[in-house]
């Protein structure tokens, strides 16, 4: 809370060992157990990074005392968790439990064709529709918000008083929804001691994924940003409330009305690294409060800036290109893509993620680092669809293209990193592509192939069904044996290095089926896992974590795409294993030639 005295926390349960010894005296039978919880010894089939309880604690002494939640089974991390400023209430997202039949009412592809239908066909079973909770601090109970689902594109905002929040982009109950509303793309505020609840008029051009709320100020102001964007510059409404209702307000009318004589600001730049500025508002001086990133100062780094190309569909691009740091204009550099998004306003030494991405230590070893989005306007007709592995194919394709042609990128010297979905997306490239790649990197990555599915709930199963657009079972297998990665390894001709960076050792198995069949098929491949994998996570957090993994892709790309190798004696075997793999690349060639 505000004032400090209130802390609202979760916490994974306590895992239930009490019936261990009679399953393993007496055996046990299989039945909604997942194959991770047996992976793991929990034949009950409590895996207990799945079980979560929130508790509440003050500053008085007392005892933390844990919320009365009625689903304790969760399939997704618990993401959101808002104490409100007077320490009163919290907001949170909590798995939906039963799903009312009036939900078949919302439009919104994703919800209607993905997360609906397991959560249908397996009531009582784990599926990814969550709503919002309001869990009363006093009293330790928490009910939902209200009767809809949440849009995992939403926010939630505080009122400056804490009796109110506002919300976007959202589903609303479907009893008071219109289009808007069903789409999952209302904004509205909610009166949380009530429930009751105002939609706040949005103008006729709605963005594709509707607006999400960034601040409720002390004036009564709102302002919504595109909940498609995480950037500071992105068009902006502003609404005030006035009564009951709000009204839209412009910008330039807030400022003139509330301008702070004394406001800080935080300015940063693809080229800029972040620091905090004080102005004046009165007469526009400024001061430097703290450069946020000194040590830069000694640090040597690539030019970055937005470019623009056209996929091989015709598509337009844009992403954001890091230039090696010793680029003269004429000279051919190697070129690595890094997939899953990018920012135009933000500084970034790894690109997007800090997981397996190292954009600006490549470009300081010579090496082009292309930071790709997704085709301009947007994705979304795309997303989990059969449409989505080959528009992302050819956008990357398009633009090894354009930056050959432009005469920055050697054509033999180009590789691509993946991470999470974006490793399918490389996979699928790898194993469908028609422009060779040099070297290739994934990380924690699905792979849209037969194993995973295989290891997969009922909940994630519609996922890999939506993206080949048939199940793996008669007619339908002709179709995952043409399109999954794993069915199609032989097809790969680049050195593939995985990565496995989430806990705990099992779910090594989600990287196995791409990396057992080209071992198998004696092809250029290594699965690393990350020191200490017991405590990895997907976002790779831990320094010594980050380390290991920035440095695996420096070294990777640079072996393959300029014949470096580190002299550090620590990675002699790293290069024993590497020039290994290159044999097998060699011979693989020589058997590829010789099948043609």
Not at 52 to 68: D, I, K, M, P, Q
Not at 86 to 98: E, L, Q, S, T
Not at 340 to 362: E, M, R, W
Not at 421 to 428: A, K, N
Request: aromatic share 10%; with cysteine; proline share 8%.
């Amino acid at each position: 809370s505000t004032d400090g005295r209130t802390i609202i926390f979760v916490a994974q349960a306590a895992h239930d060992l009490s019936r261990l010894s009679t399953f393993r005296k007496e055996g046990f039978a299989v039945t909604r157990q997942s194959i991770w919880a047996l992976l793991e010894g929990d034949f009950d089939g409590w895996t207990p990074w799945l079980h979560y309880e929130t508790f509440v604690s003050t500053t008085s002494g007392l005892a933390s005392r844990r919320v009365n939640e009625p689903i304790r089974d969760w399939s997704t991390l618990p993401e959101l968790l808002s104490l409100s400023p007077d320490g009163r209430y919290a907001v949170a997202v909590r798995p939906a439990g039963a799903v009312p039949a009036d939900w078949d009412k919302y439009t919104q592809r994703l919800f209607k064709e993905i997360y609906l239908p397991p959560a249908k066909e397996h009531p009582g079973g784990p599926n990814w529709i969550r709503q919002y909770v309001i869990i009363d601090v006093k009293s330790a109970v928490s009910h939902p918000l209200w009767n809809a689902p949440e849009n995992p594109r939403g926010q939630v905002v505080w009122s400056p008083d804490s009796h109110g929040l506002i919300v976007g982009p959202t589903f609303l109950p479907p009893q008071q929804a219109d289009a808007l509303a069903l789409s999952g793309r209302a904004v509205a505020e909610v009166d949380v001691p009530s429930g009751h609840f105002v939609e706040v008029p949005l103008r006729d051009s709605i963005p594709e994924y509707g607006y999400r709320p960034v601040r409720w100020d002390k004036g009564n102001a709102v302002e919504l940003v595109d909940a498609a964007t995480s950037e500071k510059s992105a068009a902006k409404l502003m609404f005030r409330k006035v009564g009951t209702a709000w009204r839209p307000i412009t910008e330039q009318t807030r400022k003139e009305q509330e301008t702070p004589r004394v406001r800080i600001e935080l300015r940063q730049g693809p080229n800029t690294p972040p620091a905090l500025y004080a102005i004046d508002s009165a007469n526009g001086q400024e001061k430097l409060i703290r450069n946020l990133d000194p040590q830069l100062k000694d640090v040597i780094l690539g030019r970055v800036e937005l470019v623009h190309w056209k996929a091989t569909d015709g598509r337009g691009w844009s992403g954001m290109l890091y230039y090696p740091v010793h680029y003269p204009s004429g000279h051919q550099f190697p070129l690595v893509i890094q997939t899953h998004g990018y920012s135009s306003s933000k500084f970034s030494l790894n690109g997007i993620f800090t997981t397996v991405d190292a954009a600006q230590p490549l470009a300081n070893r010579d090496v082009a680092v292309l930071q790709v989005g997704g085709p301009d306007g947007g994705d979304k007709n795309i997303i989990a669809t059969p449409q989505e592995p080959k528009v992302y194919t050819a956008g990357f394709e398009g633009a090894v293209r354009h930056f050959v042609a432009a005469g920055l990128v050697n054509p033999k010297k180009v590789g691509i990193i993946g991470f999470s979905r974006s490793g399918w997306l490389v996979e699928y490239m790898l194993t469908h592509m028609q422009y060779p790649l040099a070297a290739a990197e994934v990380a924690d990555n699905i792979d849209g192939s037969y194993f995973q599915y295989v290891l997969a709930g009922d909940d994630m199963r519609a996922f890999y069904q939506a993206d080949k657009g048939a199940s793996p079972f008669g007619k339908g297998l002709e179709t995952w044996i043409r399109e999954a990665p794993g069915f199609n390894a032989d097809k790969v001709r680049t050195p593939l290095r995985l990565e496995l960076d989430s806990g705990p050792i099992s779910e090594i198995l989600i990287e196995w089926e791409m990396f057992s069949n080209l071992r198998y098929l004696q092809k250029p491949v290594e699965l690393f896992v990350i020191p200490d994998i017991q405590h990895g996570v997907h976002i790779l957090q831990n320094p010594a974590q980050r380390l290991a993994s920035e440095t695996g892709t420096v070294d990777w790309f640079c072996f393959w795409l300029k014949g470096e190798e580190d002299p550090d004696p620590a990675k002699a075997q790293e290069y024993v294993r590497w020039h290994g793999l290159r044999r097998l690349e060699k011979l693989d060639a020589a058997r590829s030639k010789a099948f043609q």
